[in-house]
C-alpha cells in the first residue's frame, strides 16, 4: 500500500513537472513571516584595482582635468556610484595589492615614487591615488573602504604600521605621519584584507604556510580605540577545497571574521575566453551555466567552514567573482577592458540572488570591478560615461540591503539548450524593514516568457509594483552612443487574482516584484 501511494505521488509530481515544463509555467510561494536572516548589505560591494582604467581615468582623473570632477574624482562616476549605495569598495587590488607599498602613496604627490605595475600592463604607476586619496573618496559616497594589506611583497611591519596610520587617534609615528599629511582624525577603517591570492599572484604559497603568515600578519594588525578590525584570511581559488579547509583548520577562530573566495565566470577555455557581445546561445547558455555554479561552490566551501565553525560566525567573503571575456579588440590585453551585455545583467541577478540565499555565510561579496575592468557597472571613454546593464541590476537589487531573507517554494521549468538543462528561474525574496516584500526573478530563458503564479503566505497582496530589464537580443548592450538601450523599466504584465500575483516574465528578463 505504502509503496503504491509512493508511485502515485511520483507519478503526480512527474505529470506536473511535464505540464510546467510544456506550459512553461512556474509555482512560487513565498512565505512572508518565515525569514530568519539578514541579508548584508554588504553582499553589494565593489572591487576597484590599480588596473587599466579602473582607477586612472574611471574613478581619478586629478583635480586640474578638463573631466568634471569634486577633488579629483569624476564627478559623474561619483554621482552614478553614490545613486546605488555601495556599501563597501575593495583596494588597492587584486594582484596589485601584493605589489603595493601604501607609504610611497602618501604625503604631497609631487613627491611620491614611481614604480611599475607588473601585473596589469607592465604600466608606469605614479602613485598620485593614494590611501588618502582611497579613503576620502570613501568618505564622501558614505561608503565603506576595505584594504586589502601585502603580504606577498610586504611585510608584517608595513601592514601593521598602515593600520595604525589610518586608525590610531594617539600619539605615534604613524598617527603623527598621517598628521603632518593634513588628516588629523583617523578614518576608522574596519575591513582589512590579508593579502591576495596567496595561492597565485599573491605569493605562490601553500595553504599550510600561507595559515602562519597569516596569524603573523592579523596579529600585528591592532585594533585601535573603539574600532573593531573586521579580518578576511585571503581565501580558495574557486573549487580549491583544500585550501578552506587547511585555513579553518590552522587558524585559531577568533584570529579572523573572514575568509575570501574568488570565481569568475569565464565562458571557455582562459586563453580564449570568449567574446563580451560577439556571441551565440550556445556560448549564452554556458556563460549562465557557470555563472549559476556559484551556488555549490558556495555551498562546498560553507559546509567545510560549518566544520569549524557551527554558528557561522566566520563570514564567507567572495571578494572577487563576474564574468571575464576577451578584452575588446582593439584595447591593452592587460587593462582587461570588456563590454557588458544583456547576459551579464542575468549572471549578475542570478549570483546576487544567490548570495542573498547564501545570507547565512556569505557576508561580504564584491563584483570584479567597479569602472572599465571585466564585469564592470560602469564604463568610461575619455568626457563620456556608460552604465552597463549590470549596473541596473545593482540598482534594481537595493531593496535587499539588509532586508530579511524569505524561505520560498519554487517549481518552475528547465531550459533547454542542445540536450543539456539547466533551471531557467532564478530568484530570492526579502522582507524589508517597513515590511514590504521584495521578489528579484530571472528568466534566462532567451526564447521563452514564463508565466508565474505566486503566493505570499501571511502578506496580502493588494499593493504590486514591478520593475524590470529586458532586451531584444541576448547580446543588446550599452554603448556610448547608444546608453540607454538597456535600462530599467516600469513592469506591468502582472495581475493580482483571488489573493495571487499571476505575471508574465519576459525571456531574458531580471524582475523586481514588491509587494507593500
Ligand atoms: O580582478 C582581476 C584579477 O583577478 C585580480 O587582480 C586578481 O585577484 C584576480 O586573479
Known amino acids: 500500500m505504502k509503496k503504491l501511494s509512493l508511485t502515485i505521488a511520483i507519478l503526480i509530481y512527474c505529470i506536473f513537472n511535464l505540464y ?4 512553461n509555467t512556474a509555482q512560487l510561494t513565498v512565505h512572508a513571516n518565515e525569514g530568519k536572516t539578514t541579508i548584508s548589505k554588504h553582499i553589494y560591494g565593489h572591487f576597484s584595482e590599480h588596473l587599466g582604467r579602473c582607477i586612472y581615468g574611471g574613478i581619478w582623473v586629478g583635480e586640474d582635468s578638463e573631466i568634471p570632477n569634486i577633488q579629483g574624482y569624476r564627478k559623474d562616476v561619483f554621482e552614478a556610484l553614490k545613486k546605488l549605495n555601495i556599501p563597501n569598495l575593495r583596494w588597492p587590488g587584486g594582484c596589485f595589492a601584493d605589489e603595493y607599498h601604501w607609504k610611497d602613496g602618501i604625503g604631497p ?8 605595475n607588473t601585473h596589469w600592463g607592465g604600466v608606469v604607476e605614479d602613485n598620485s591615488f593614494g590611501t588618502h586619496e582611497f579613503l576620502d ?21 608595513e601592514m601593521s604600521d598602515w593600520v595604525e596610520y589610518i586608525n590610531f587617534e594617539g600619539k605615534s609615528p604613524m598617527a603623527d605621519l598621517r ?4 588628516k588629523l582624525d583617523t578614518w576608522g577603517v574596519k575591513y582589512w584584507g590579508v593579502g591576495n591570492e596567496s595561492w597565485g599572484c599573491g605569493g605562490n604559497m601553500t595553504p599550510e604556510y600561507y595559515a602562519n603568515e597569516y596569524r603573523r600578519y592579523a596579529t600585528y594588525a591592532r585594533n585601535y580605540g573603539k574600532n573593531r578590525l573586521y579580518k578576511v584570511a585571503g581565501g580558495a581559488n574557486s573549487w580549491d577545497l583544500k585550501w578552506t579547509e587547511v585555513l579553518m583548520k590552522n587558524v585559531p577562530n577568533r584570529m579572523m571574521d573572514g575568509i575570501s573566495l574568488h570565481y569568475y565566470t569565464v565562458p571557455n577555455t582562459w586563453r580564449k575566453k570568449g567574446s563580451a557581445t560577439e556571441f551565440d546561445e550556445k556560448d549564452y547558455f554556458i556563460t549562465l551555466k557557470k555563472a549559476g555554479q556559484m551556488d555549490e561552490l558556495i555551498s562546498q566551501h560553507s559546509t567545510i567552514m560549518d566544520k569549524y565553525d557551527k554558528d557561522k560566525r566566520i563570514g564567507l567573503i567572495v571578494d572577487e567573482w563576474g564574468t571575464w571575456y576577451d578584452v575588446e579588440p582593439g584595447t591593452n590585453p592587460g587593462f582587461l577592458y570588456q563590454q557588458n551585455s544583456m547576459r551579464d545583467a542575468l549572471s549578475a541577478g542570478m549570483t546576487l540572488n544567490i548570495f542573498n ?32 546593464p549590470t549596473y541596473h541590476v545593482y540598482d534594481l537589487y537595493q531593496p535587499h540591503m539588509e532586508a530579511t531573507l524569505l524561505p520560498y517554494h519554487l517549481e518552475s521549468p528547465d531550459y ?20 514590504t516584500i521584495n521578489i528579484t526573478l530571472v528568466n534566462i530563458d532567451p526564447n521563452n516568457s514564463l508565466q508565474l503564479d505566486c503566493n505570499v503566505v501571511g502578506k496580502e497582496t493588494k499593493k504590486v509594483t514591478g520593475r524590470v530589464i529586458t532586451a531584444t537580443n541576448i547580446n543588446d548592450h550599452n554603448t556610448f552612443d547608444d546608453p540607454d538601450k538597456i535600462v530599467i523599466s516600469g513592469f506591468k504584465d502582472f495581475k493580482i487574482s483571488k489573493g495571487k500575483i499571476e505575471a508574465v516574465l519576459p525571456a531574458k528578463s531580471v524582475v523586481l516584484l514588491q509587494v507593500r
Open 416 to 435: 533547454i539548450f542542445d540536450g543539456d538543462a539547466q533551471e531557467s528561474v532564478s530568484i530570492s525574496c526579502s522582507k524589508s524593514k517597513d515590511g
Open 109 to 116: 604627490r609631487e613627491n611620491r615614487p614611481e614604480m611599475i
Open 179 to 182: 598628521r603632518e599629511n593634513g
Open 137 to 157: 573618496f570613501c568618505k564622501l559616497l558614505e561608503t565603506e573602504p576595505y584594504i586589502c594589506g601585502n603580504v606577498g611583497s610586504g611585510s608584517v611591519e
Open 357 to 388: 540565499n547564501h545570507a547565512e555565510r556569505v557576508k561580504m561579496a564584491n563584483i570584479a570591478q567597479t569602472v572599465n575592468v571585466l564585469q564592470a557597472v560602469i564604463l568610461t571613454d575619455k568626457t563620456r560615461m556608460i552604465l552597463t
Open 20 to 23: 510546467a515544463q510544456s506550459k
